[in-house]
């Protein structure tokens, strides 16, 4: 969702944040800005469209070593000039950008801000006009704390202050903000790929903390005005590596990467056929009397394949949240739950609001996630890196599978048993080699024959069910095609009143026991003019299915037969000429309820 970038330093503030800027493109964003110091004065540069377009209306020509900029993904107000950050306040005193949702917005505009004007439709504005509104009796620091005092919602803001020009006030409330230190600078970032390449350590923001940067020098407090230590950490190389290499999109080249990512999973996760996970990770989930998975999206479905690993192999009663819900419900708790987490990117703001309610329950929570900086990561008790690297595409691809491996093996630490697993793994990366480097021909004639189509359906039972729901959501939030996944046995319960002639029926087929009943339900879809695809694993295929995908062990099928689902949303996506990286109303991190 929004993005924020400041720089401090001797270098040229423009062009860090612009290149910072670019690099959090891939979060979702309809508009950015900058504001940028000159002399004495402030320059706003901002509007609708991408980050290209703010790199033409910016001026270059001025010295500058300090400023803030932003992506803005709409929330309140429509995608216009207006709305976009950064904001001004009514004096021009102070310029801020902001991420998140002030929800007390209206409020704060009727009880302290009737003399205003507003220009936009913002929350945001009004933060800044509040500033105005206490700088008027007091210092700058002191009217950000009592203007803190006043908000609700989240929110991570940068602002800029006309009679401090040296000066960066940072904020930070339930939206991520990081700190990173270079030898020239400081930039203040919402993710670490934001910062410049030369930034050796960081440090990420707790939730209400307020950081004053003058200079080359951070003074970090709370809300309250005591200061507190910060404890910098190292940033490694691997972080930055963010860049399209050959490949037109993200989403290929993320998709190409999985073998190499399930291959980094074996090695940091093996000790000869060892699973090296903490003990105290093991034993917490053996003292536990069930597993509750949380998690949004495509991290929700591979959390599936979590419940299936730990009930199969650990004999541990699991259950599968949607984050967003659990937020507003109260399920019947067992005694002793335990709480895994599961986020690509660790910032998924419904997971969070969920960790914390539980965290204030004293249960005990694990977070496997892609980004070991996140504020998902710094919440849980125990954390597992899912070892895939920056994934900047919209569309997961690399994070599903790294999770699902990961949460094979931690089921197998904590079963204590005999398994192939690791060779079954180092298969499935072979395998997936073979249908990048096989199956690419037979994928694109798949998308080809169904890029047309109004609705597509998945089918399947058990694992392939599963399979199917993220292929669907793959498939419908790259194509914008409208696209649903049916337990096969559901088809006849109402949804086959929606096959017309033509409509593509795809059918997964990748285990023993429900081989032959998905193909009996995929023919009675036939029956009624569905148009019939069958992707199916090798032992159990028929010369005519439309993909054979080469055998891996069956548990482990969904970390091939999605790899080939990726590829034909991809495709699809492809031929009917869309964003692919960047699909519309999307955003990469979800940093909003
Ligand atoms: O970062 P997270 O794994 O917590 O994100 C969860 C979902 O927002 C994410 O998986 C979303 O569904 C993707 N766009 C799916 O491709």
Redesign the pocket.
């Known amino acids: 969702m929004c993005g924020i970038v400041g720089y401090i330093g001797a270098k040229d503030a423009r062009s860090i944040i612009l290149e910072g800027l670019k690099n959090l493109e891939y979060r979702g964003y309809d508009s950015a800005g900058i504001a940028l110091k000159n002399a004495n004065d402030i320059k706003i540069y901002k509007d609708k469209g991408r980050i290209k377009h703010l790199c033409e209306i910016t001026d270059f020509t001025f010295d500058t070593n300090l400023g803030i900029g932003h992506t803005r993904w709409a929330t309140h107000g429509i995608v216009n000039y207006d709305n976009s950050h950064p904001h001004i306040s009514n004096n021009k005193r102070f310029v801020l950008v902001h991420n998140g949702v002030i929800e007390n917005y209206k409020k704060i505009k009727y009880d302290y801000l009737s003399d205003y004007n507003f220009y936009s439709q913002t929350d945001s504005e009004v933060i800044v006009n509040l500033i105005e509104f206490y700088s008027k009796k007091m210092c700058t620091e002191s009217a950000i704390r009592k203007v803190v005092s006043k908000l609700e919602g989240s929110y991570a803001l940068l602002i800029m202050d006309k009679e401090n020009l040296d000066t960066i006030y940072c904020i930070k409330n339930k939206t991520p903000l990081l700190l990173g230190l270079s030898n020239d600078g400081i930039t203040i970032a919402s993710d670490i790929i934001a910062f410049p390449k030369d930034v050796n350590k960081y440090f990420s923001f707790d939730d209400q903390r307020i950081a004053i940067i003058k200079n080359n020098d951070v003074k970090l407090m709370d809300y309250m005005g005591f200061e507190i230590d910060i404890n910098y950490k190292d940033i490694s190389l691997d972080t930055y590596n963010v860049s399209k290499g050959d490949y037109e999109h993200y989403m290929l080249k993320e998709i190409e990467e999985q073998p190499t990512v399930l291959r980094r999973i074996i090695t940091n996760y093996f000790n000869y056929d060892d699973c090296v996970i903490d003990k105290k990770i093991i034993d917490a989930i053996l003292d536990s009397d069930k597993i509750n998975f949380v998690?949004?999206?495509?991290?929700l479905y591979a959390s599936f394949m979590g419940k299936y690993f730990f009930e199969k192999l650990c004999g541990i009663p699991t259950e599968c949240f949607v984050a967003s819900e659990l937020v507003y419900s109260n399920p019947l708790m067992t005694k002793k739950p335990i709480f895994i987490f599961?986020?690509?990117?660790?910032?998924?703001l419904d997971?969070i609001t969920v960790m914390k309610k539980y965290k204030a329950q004293n249960y005990k929570l694990i977070t496997l996630t892609n980004n070991t900086a996140s504020t998902m990561a710094n919440l849980s008790d125990y954390l597992l890196d899912i070892c895939a690297n920056p994934e900047i595409s919209?569309?997961?691809t690399k994070?599903y599978v790294a999770s699902i491996a990961i949460m094979s093996v931690l089921a197998k630490a904590v079963s204590n048993k005999k398994t192939n697993l690791k060779n079954n793994l180092n298969r499935v990366s072979i395998v997936i080699d073979q249908i990048i480097a096989d199956l690419k021909p037979v994928i694109k004639n798949m998308a080809k024959s169904i890029k047309d189509s109004k609705a597509v359906f998945y089918i399947g039972r058990g694992i392939d069910y599963w399979v199917g729901l993220e292929a669907a959501?793959?498939l419908k939030?790259i194509s914008y095609i409208h696209t649903d996944a049916y337990s096969s046995g559901e088809l006849k319960h109402g949804t086959i009143a929606l096959i017309e002639k033509g409509t593509p029926v795809i059918a997964i087929c990748t285990q023993e026991g429900t081989n032959s009943i998905v193909r009996s339900n995929l023919a009675e879809a036939e029956a009624r003019g569905a148009k019939g695809y069958i992707i199916s694993l090798e032992s159990l295929s028929y010369s005519e299915d439309d993909i054979i995908i080469p055998n891996v062990a069956h548990y482990l099928s969904p970390l091939v037969s999605q790899v080939v689902c990726q590829m034909l949303a991809y495709y699809v996506a492809l031929y009917r000429g869309n964003d692919i990286d960047k699909p519309k109303n999307?955003a990469?991190?979800?940093t909003v309820e």
């Open positions: 998690a949004c999206g495509t991290s599961v986020s690509q990117s660790g910032e998924t997971c919209v569309a997961s994070s959501l793959k939030e999307l990469k991190s979800v």
